[in-house]
């Protein structure tokens, strides 16, 4: 039995083999030397028609004198037509088998064309030259000023501010020297919280209206914190900006929806619900880079399920209105992972916020840089998260919000 099925297993293989030895050769013949035969068979016929052109003549007369052609005229016509298609079929598979080769090739070359593009796309967006050096310097600098600003048993928020603004500066100095230092444009840097259902159903009713007149980009026009989620607040004191070439004119002090689900299924397969950037950094928990105003308005026709009065409106704020100096900009989810107490598996997820980086320029971090600039900047995001939740917990002493949620949304993973 084992040596049957062994034998069945070569012959398959030989088989297969030899029927590739064969489409090779045919490959061959009809790529290589069929045409050079037929070329070479049709000047040879010219050249022994127009040298022997009165004893071909006579020959083919004797030869239709002696199968009787000559007396059955009705049989020269079937003939040339059998000729006729007897060639045309040869040429056609020649054809054919060429056109297939011709395709292959050219898929092929589309590939490895595709494949290069990519190369050079990874050698474009990576770091620049001495950026880790940046980093370590930015850092040692920023742990210097934190460590400096540490001290006291009371809780400061001016001092705790100017310590998140410390950390933003690098960050935003890190993506200035990550993109070239490009001249006459400023990197901005700031830091939205996240605030759950929670967090707001325990506002008292004034502060509670004064959040919701904040909110933009809101399908609702009316009790909008009622239709969604959560809220991405921008806090006073949390932005920065880095460059010689100026500051920005406007920091926006916004408050941006985070719908539930992040995605709802159209006709055409899922589409986000979530605004571009902050918002849907905060409900995918994974960056978001937007490299211009054209590319975020494509992305919302044709990715997003968001109405075409917020697109608009969302273009005019950017064109127009608080956010016209910013061009591009990258989100990075602020969060923490923690096991439950019965076990290490499942873990809970803390979101405290985003941090938002922005410039007055198009195409951010090298457009594709992201991917590598987020987890190298990491040391500086857990920062943010210490001094975040410090924050938070402030509020919490305070009875802002309840105890033990640090206003972050908590879900199960």
């Known amino acids: 039995m084992r040596a049957a099925k062994r034998f069945a297993y070569v012959a398959s293989h030989a088989s297969g083999y030899v029927l590739r030895v064969c489409v090779s050769l045919l490959r061959v013949i009809f790529n290589s030397i069929f045409p050079a035969l037929v070329a070479l068979i049709g000047a040879l016929t010219g050249l022994w028609a127009s040298v022997y052109s009165g004893p071909l003549k006579a020959s083919i007369e004797a030869v239709a004198t002696r199968w009787g052609l000559s007396d059955e005229p009705k049989l020269v016509v079937p003939i040339a037509i059998a000729l006729f298609l007897a060639f045309f079929g040869v040429f056609a598979l020649q054809q054919l088998v060429r056109n297939s080769a011709s395709k292959r090739a050219r898929e092929e070359l589309m590939k490895?064309?595709?494949?290069?593009?990519?190369?050079?796309?990874?050698?474009?967006s990576l770091p620049p030259t001495g950026f880790l050096q940046e980093v370590q310097a930015f850092y040692g600098a920023v742990a210097n000023s934190l460590y400096a600003t540490s001290g006291g048993n009371t809780y400061d928020r001016n001092r705790e501010s100017e310590a998140v603004r410390a950390v933003l500066a690098a960050v935003a100095g890190l993506a200035a020297y990550y993109d070239g230092s490009r001249k006459f444009v400023t990197y901005g840097a700031n830091v939205m919280l996240y605030r759950d259902n929670t967090y707001?159903?325990?506002?008292?009713?004034?502060?509670?209206a004064r959040l919701e007149r904040k909110i933009l980009f809101c399908d609702a026009q009316q009790n909008k914190l009622a239709s969604?989620?959560?809220?991405?607040?921008?806090?006073?004191?949390?932005?920065?900006?880095?460059?010689?070439?100026?500051?920005?004119h406007t920091t926006p002090m916004i408050v941006l929806p985070v719908p539930h689900p992040a995605t709802v299924r159209a006709t055409d397969g899922d589409r986000d619900a979530a605004l571009p950037g902050g918002p849907l950094a905060i409900a995918r928990l994974e960056y978001a880079t937007?490299?211009?105003?054209?590319?975020?308005?494509?992305?919302?026709?044709?990715?997003s399920d968001i109405k075409r009065s917020v697109q608009f409106e969302l273009q005019h704020f950017f064109e127009k209105g608080e956010g016209r100096e910013i061009k591009s900009f990258a989100s990075i989810p602020l969060f923490i992972r923690e096991p439950t107490e019965e076990d290490a598996s499942p873990e809970v997820v803390r979101r405290i916020g985003v941090l938002n980086?922005?410039?007055?320029?198009?195409?951010?971090?090298?457009?594709?840089?992201?991917?590598?600039?987020?987890?190298?900047?990491?040391?500086?995001?857990?920062?943010?998260?210490?001094l975040l939740l410090?924050?938070?917990?402030?509020?919490?002493?305070?009875?802002?919000?309840p105890e033990g949620r640090l206003g972050s949304e908590v879900t199960t993973v």
């Open 112 to 124: 490895e064309s595709g494949d290069l593009r990519g190369m050079v796309g990874d050698m474009h």
């Open 200 to 208: 707001i159903a325990n506002l008292e009713p004034s502060k509670k």
């Open 228 to 248: 969604v989620d959560g809220v991405l607040e921008s806090i006073p004191g949390f932005s920065t900006h880095h460059g010689k070439y100026g500051r920005l």
């Open 290 to 303: 937007t490299q211009s105003v054209a590319a975020m308005m494509k992305w919302c026709e044709e990715r």
């Open 357 to 386: 980086i922005h410039c007055t320029a198009e195409n951010i971090l090298r457009r594709d840089g992201a991917r590598m600039f987020v987890p190298i900047i990491q040391p500086f995001a857990v920062l943010l998260n210490m």
């Open 390 to 401: 410090r924050y938070l917990d402030d509020e919490v002493k305070k009875n802002v919000v």
